[in-house]
């Protein structure tokens, strides 16, 4: 029989709602996600890179040294429950072209914090005549890339194999929230949590932050002769799949009109590839998704100011790879009264100033 009781109501299944309903029920929680499953989320179309350096600024990007572990144990263990493999560890090499960036590059991989990343005998007779002229390859350990719509369909069928998915897009006309309890349609909940995406742009409780859309599209192609075995970053990334297959992209536009493939997307990615690639390639897929992005590149994550029973967990960006498991045990630690989020997540950072009495 179909419960209509929780412990908490998660809007949205994309990675955020996935691995925050994981952990929740870990603690013995109840959760029911509402998702439709739109095939244009980000979490669906994404390339699901992680990497610890962020290449154009060649900083380390924020909390790897923390993010990166704990997220790599907390898939392993997905791994074990779905009998299945998608976190894929791939050492990236990062493509240079000119004696200015090689020294930029060797400067600062070589500051602590960064020389741990550092791979080194990085394979450059491997891809010499594959590749357009470079003067140097930069190894780049402890990066990879994981599996979301695989993820995702396997935390998909656990939630409805346990009674724990609605489906369909939440109808906020719908949505009853008072001072007890939550409610919607025939269910309730003591709490609910908003994992949107920029989809929490429509939802008039959050439609107050400065969540920035951003559309990116994404190619597949088929490229017989390039070697599998590494992550290429130039102006784009190039993630091998298996089977002379890689992942290609992407792009970032702020103005779109819609979350359709665009030739003109298109037409950008191959023109990167053409100045990265000296062999032949084939297009065999074209897909667009829209990141939900913050202004400072933090997560949102928190309580509303004055519905204290509606929570989000949001604005994960281009990261959310390595900052879905660690912020999602932090929030759930929040939840249950064992812990405070960090301040430079907390969604009272935004909260303040248009809810100055809350």
Known sequence: ?????????????????????????????????????NPNTSSRVAAGLFNPITGRR???SWMADILLPFAENFYR????????????????????????????????????????????????DLYRGKLVDFNMLFRITSAGWFDLPKYLNHSRQFLRDNN???????????????????????FTSEKIIFCEGYKLLENPLWDWLPLVPAKGEILTIECLGLPEEFILMSSLFLIPLGNNTFRAGSTFEWNF????????????????????????????????????????????????????????????????????PYFADQFVNYLTGSSTLMEEVDVMRFSKKHFPFS
Request: cysteine-free; proline content about 3%; aromatic content about 6%.
């Open 1 to 37: 029989m179909r419960k209509i009781n929780y412990d908490y109501i998660i809007v949205g299944q994309g990675l955020a709602g996935s691995v925050l309903s994981e952990l929740l029920i870990q603690k013995n929680k109840s959760v029911l996600v509402i998702d439709k499953a």
């Open 58 to 60: 060649v900083v380390k």
């Open 77 to 124: 263990d997905q791994e074990n429950k779905f009998d299945d493999r998608f976190y894929h560890l791939r050492d990236v090499l990062e493509v240079i072209h000119s004696v200015k960036d090689q020294n930029e590059w060797s400067t600062r991989m070589s500051e602590n914090g960064m020389i741990q990343y550092a791979g080194k005998d990085a394979p450059e």
């Open 164 to 186: 724990s998915l609605h489906i369909g897009d939440l109808d906020n006309n719908k949505l009853i929230i008072d001072n007890k309890s939550i409610r919607y349609d025939e």
């Open 257 to 324: 009109r819609d979350e359709q493939t665009t030739e003109e997307g298109k037409n950008k990615i191959v023109d990167m590839l053409k100045t990265l690639l000296k062999i032949p390639f084939t297009i065999k897929d074209h897909r667009a998704g829209i990141r939900p992005t913050v202004k400072d590149r933090r997560p949102i994550i928190g309580s509303h100011p004055v519905h204290k029973n509606a929570f989000i967990f949001n604005g994960l960006g281009t990261k959310g790879v390595q900052l879905a």
